[in-house]
C-alpha cells in the first residue's frame, strides 16, 4: 500500500551523505568541516572530548566509539596516527569493521608500511567492505578548506565509493593503483624527503644563527633563492616566531622515517640522508621535544651548537 510521506520523511535524494570520522586532530578536525562545507553529515570520533566539543560546536555529531561513528555511515575515514590505530578502530573493541554496512568504504589516511597497508586492506575486503588506502598531505590550513593532496589506491568500487567525500576534501586525487599498498608506498618517499629537507632546514637555520645573521633576513633571502624548498618556507617560520607548537610533531617523523628505515633494509637499498635525519629526530625526541613541532630540530641544533634563536 502506498504511504504519503509526511513532513520528517526524506526521499533517498534528499538524504545527506553521512561521512563517520575518525580521528578529529589537526588533521581529521579540517577534513571534517570541509566534509560538513561540502555538505556532508559528520559524525566524528575521537579520544579527546574537546576536539569533539569543537566538532559539535561546528554541526557535526558525536560519536563515542569507532563503532558507532561507522553505524549508518556511507564512508568512513579513519585519521589516526599509524598502523596499530589504524587496526585498532577497525578491528578492535567497539571497532568500525562489524558495525559498518557491507559495500560501504573504509578510508584509511594515517602514514604506514605499504605491507601493513596491505595486509589490513585484504582483511577488511575478506567482510565485504571495501578498504581504501589514502594517505594524504598539505597540512592543517589545507585540511580545513578542502585543499588536500590524497595518494590513494585500491578498487574500483573502493575509490567509487569514497569518490564524493574525497571531492570535498583533496585538491588533489592521486589514483595509483587498483590495490592497498601502493598509495602507502608513495607516502613513504614523500615522508623521506620531508623528513630531510626539515632537518636540512633547520640545520640551516640555526647554521646561519651561529653565524649571526639576521635570521628575517635568512628566510627572505633563500626563499627566493635556489636553496628553498616547501619545507623551509613553511617551517621556519615557527623557528623566527619561537613557536614550536605542534602542527606535525618530531614524533610522527621519528615513526615515518623509522619505516623508511625498515623498507630500506629489507630491500638492501641504501639511504643514508634519511637514516641521518632520523637520529636527528630521534635526539629530539630523547631530550624531550618529541610532542613539539618537528622545526623544533633546530632547538636541538642550538643547544649542540651554542646558536641562539628567537624566543616566543
Known sequence: MERMMTAGDQSPSDRKSVVGVIGLGSMGGGMATALMRAGFEVV???????????????G????????????GADVVISVVVNAAQTESVLFGENGAASAMRPGTVFVSCATMSPEIAR???????????????????????????GELT????????????????????AARLYELG?????????KMINQLLAGVHIAAACEAM????????????????????AGNSWMFENRMPHVLAGDYRPLSAIEIFVKDLGIIQDMARSERYPAPLAAAALQMYLAAAGVGMGKDDDASLAR?????SGATLPES
Open 206 to 225: 640555526t647554521f646561519a644563527a651561529k653565524q649571526n645573521l639576521d635570521l628575517a633576513k635568512v628566510y627572505e633571502v633563500i626563499t627566493a633563492s
Open 300 to 304: 636541538l641544533y642550538a643547544q649542540l
Open 119 to 145: 595486509q589490513l586492506g585484504a582483511r577488511l575486503e575478506a567482510t565485504g567492505r571495501h578498504y581504501l588506502d589514502a594517505p594524504i598531505s598539505g597540512g592543517a590550513a589545507r585540511a580545513a578548506q
Open 60 to 71: 557535526g555529531r558525536s560519536a563515542g566509539s569507532p563503532a558507532e561513528a561507522a553505524s
Open 178 to 186: 587498483d590495490a592497498p599498498g601502493t598509495g602507502a608506498a608513495f
Open 44 to 58: 566524528g570520533c575521537d579520544v579527546s572530548s574537546e576536539l569533539v566539543g569543537k566538532l559539535i560546536a561546528a
Open 150 to 169: 590524497v595518494l590513494a589506491s585500491g578498487s574500483a568500487a573502493a575509490f567509487d565509493a569514497a569518490r564524493p567525500a574525497l571531492d570535498a576534501m
